[in-house]
């Protein structure tokens, strides 16, 4: 049985549809997929600034977050977890608020990339 409910043939159309199913399966309330420099490449959707998650998600990598501060503000206090992710051989940066990254992203933008 064929488990997504939505699909497209556009790439970035395609990765929001997957991060938006993982975020709800995940219980996250935003998934987001950023280069090394931080620029947002695919986000679920979500009320929390997208881009400033992913402008931050380099600098995370690897470890929780404390939600002070600034990044406090933007996640609106939810933890913030980033996990380095290699998209067609380029490093990326998934960072997932209110929970950890899902464990089959990688394999899926790879297939929805590629």
Known sequence: MERRQRRSEEPQQAARYYLDAAA?????????????????????????????????????????????????LVTRGRPVEVASVAVLGSPCY???VGGQPPVDAEAALNRIFG
């Open 94 to 96: 998934l960072a997932a």
């Open 24 to 72: 709800q399966r995940g219980g996250h309330e935003l998934l987001t997929l950023a280069d090394p420099d931080g620029l947002l490449l695919a986000s679920s959707d979500s009320a929390l600034d997208s881009e400033a998650v992913a402008a931050v998600a380099p600098l995370l990598r690897g470890a929780g977050a404390d939600v002070d501060g600034l990044l406090g």
